[in-house]
């Protein structure tokens, strides 16, 4: 302990004390009572100030509040952390690529994620972040000039112009040499870019794809950077504005790749700084389209998640046994395998769930699963399996179809022609999210989630759920669909 007297000092104190000992008894019982008189007073009058201090707080702050409002943070203070709720008023829009040529018999339709993109991109006023596993947006890799290539080129020159004035981040899978050319554009443009290496961090890939603009307004969905996504391959995702209680939330999902665009390992624990108090259990309360609606991103894998963040696995797990009714799945691969594993592994999380709650809880299943070029033959066997459990006597009801993309009118084009789509509806809740379903997409690879319950809805206004029903029940019902069937030829299909 550092002393405010030299230690010589202290010795020559001490004499003296000792010899003033007698004078030091007879003063004190002088002082004493006055002493004691002198307490009580102090006492009395620091209770008044801080009766005082305490009333003129409560008066300023009620006055602060009532005259302006909008000096509030989005995170309403002064409640528990699990009980927090967030004061904007958020609005989000579900948005569709539908590729050239596919048209529906339905009056279900959305906005393009082209129409989202620019608009995002038009709101921008300091900074774009965006998540995405590779850039290809123009046709260059095709050597083609295949037109509809026009709205990637599009959004790539109109991000490029961005990222002169503004902060853009870009954190991407670290890509082969072949896709470098767009992101070298932006670099020179502005744009600062950090490659994750998943494959040294992990064994997997960066596959989230979602956009942060203005810490406000968010896109997440399965559509790649890549002008294919935009108009020929069909995908979904949902774009939410004004939300910055929800964009905060994930922006700690992408600094965690924009951390790790930098660092040779995965911190475990991560900083708190990380940490989300939002997950599957206690979920963001918010107004979203004026609905109340509890929402929270789940995100993978595992060792990504920081304190609190539900991984993706259990979000898709817990949101299939909080089904009622029907759980309805699209998404383009689905295997109860470690698909890129060897050796080779058998991963059934995700299949023997959906079985369990088929035969213990009688719950109506719906697979949509693409069909083309690419499939893996050995997805099949298993989906045939899981159709399999169907039997209207006992009121099993497990149904799988697959979904086919006709050619592309012009000339072929690689990678196209698929429904891409990563999405889960059930009678409660909507999950979008940007993962294929096999087990090496959950343990091994980066993607994201967001999931959305407004089952408290009064408003007649579509909720979110019944907007992601009809999309799934309009491609179930569509002529792109086939039922799949011990029977079924798959090569007159795919």
């Known amino acids: 302990?550092?002393?405010?007297?030299?230690?010589?000092?202290?010795?020559?104190?001490?004499r003296n004390r000792r010899g003033s000992s007698r004078q030091?008894?007879?003063?004190?019982?002088?002082?004493?009572?006055?002493?004691?008189?002198?307490?009580?007073?102090?006492?009395?009058?620091?209770?008044?100030?801080?009766?005082?201090?305490?009333?003129?707080?409560?008066?300023?702050?009620?006055?602060?509040?009532?005259?302006?409002?909008?000096?509030?943070?989005?995170?309403?203070?002064?409640?528990?952390?699990?009980?927090?709720?967030?004061?904007?008023?958020?609005?989000?829009?579900?948005?569709?690529?539908?590729?050239?040529?596919?048209?529906?018999?339905?009056?279900?339709?959305?906005?393009?994620?082209?129409?989202a993109w620019m608009s995002l991109m038009s709101e921008a006023r300091s900074s774009v972040d965006i998540a995405s596993f590779y850039w290809t947006l123009t046709n260059r890799d095709t050597g083609t000039q295949e037109p509809s290539a026009v709205q990637g080129e599009t959004v790539l020159q109109t991000l490029r112009e961005l990222s002169g004035k503004l902060k853009v981040r870009i954190a991407v899978n670290a890509p082969q040499e072949k896709q470098q050319e767009d992101l070298r554009l932006l670099n020179d443009s502005g744009a600062d870019i950090r490659e994750v290496n998943m494959k040294a961090l992990t064994s997997g890939v960066l596959h989230t794809k979602f956009w942060i603009v203005d810490g406000k307004h968010i896109y997440i969905g399965s559509a790649n950077m890549d002008w294919r996504s935009l108009t020929q391959v069909k995908e979904l995702g949902a774009v939410v504005y004004n939300c910055s209680c929800l964009a905060e939330d994930l922006g700690?999902?992408?600094?965690?790749?924009?951390f790790l665009g930098a660092s040779a390992s995965i911190p475990s624990p991560w900083p708190s700084s990380f940490s989300t108090q939002f997950n599957k259990d206690t979920p963001l309360q918010l107004a979203l389209n004026d609905t109340p609606s509890s929402i929270y991103l789940s995100s993978s894998p595992p060792s990504f998640c920081a304190a609190g963040r539900t991984p993706d696995l259990q979000s898709i797990l817990s949101v299939?046994?909080?089904?009622?009714?029907?759980?309805?799945?699209?998404?383009?691969?689905?295997?109860?395998?470690?698909?890129?594993?060897?050796?080779?592994?058998?991963?059934?999380?995700?299949?023997?769930?959906?079985r369990r709650l088929a035969y213990e809880r009688r719950i109506k299943v719906r697979l949509l699963i693409?069909?083309?070029?690419?499939?893996?033959?050995?997805?099949?066997?298993?989906?045939?399996?899981?159709?399999?459990?169907?039997?209207?006597?006992?009121?099993?009801?497990?149904?799988?179809?697959?979904?086919?993309?006709?050619?592309?009118?012009?000339?072929?084009?690689?990678?196209?022609?698929?429904?891409?789509?990563?999405?889960?509806?059930?009678?409660?809740?909507?999950?979008?999210?940007?993962?294929?379903?096999?087990?090496?997409?959950?343990?091994?690879?980066?993607?994201?989630?967001?999931?959305?319950?407004?089952?408290?809805?009064?408003?007649?206004?579509?909720?979110?759920?019944?907007?992601?029903?009809?999309?799934?029940?309009?491609?179930?019902?569509?002529?792109?669909?086939?039922?799949?069937?011990?029977?079924?030829?798959?090569?007159a299909y795919c």
């Not at 697959?402 to 429904?419: D, Q, S």
Request: glycine share 2%.
């Open 1 to 14: 302990m550092k002393t405010d007297v030299p230690y010589s000092q202290l010795q020559d104190l001490d």
């Open 24 to 115: 030091t008894r007879l003063l004190s019982r002088c002082l004493l009572p006055l002493v004691s008189v002198l307490l009580v007073a102090l006492a009395a009058l620091s209770f008044y100030f801080l009766l005082t201090l305490t009333a003129a707080a409560t008066s300023s702050s009620s006055s602060s509040s009532s005259s302006n409002p909008d000096r509030s943070s989005p995170i309403v203070s002064g409640l528990p952390e699990k009980e927090q709720t967030c004061s904007d008023s958020c609005r989000v829009v579900l948005v569709e690529s539908i590729p050239v040529g596919v048209e529906f018999n339905s009056s279900t339709a959305h906005p393009s994620i082209f129409q």
């Open 252 to 258: 700690k999902i992408f600094e965690a790749y924009w």
């Open 320 to 354: 299939m046994e909080d089904a009622e009714s029907f759980i309805y799945i699209a998404v383009m691969n689905y295997l109860p395998t470690m698909e890129f594993s060897k050796p080779q592994r058998y991963w059934g999380d995700i299949d023997t769930q959906l």
């Open 370 to 491: 693409s069909c083309w070029s690419n499939s893996q033959p050995v997805m099949f066997p298993f989906l045939k399996s899981l159709a399999s459990v169907h039997d209207p006597k006992s009121k099993l009801d497990v149904q799988v179809r697959l979904f086919v993309v006709p050619p592309n009118p012009g000339p072929e084009i690689k990678y196209a022609r698929v429904n891409h789509n990563k999405y889960m509806v059930t009678d409660k809740v909507a999950y979008i999210g940007t993962s294929n379903w096999s087990g090496d997409y959950f343990v091994h690879t980066a993607g994201s989630a967001l999931v959305v319950n407004q089952t408290g809805s009064q408003s007649e206004d579509p909720t979110v759920q019944s907007q992601l029903q009809a999309v799934f029940e309009r491609d179930w019902e569509s002529e792109y669909s086939t039922p799949l069937s011990q029977n079924t030829d798959l090569t």
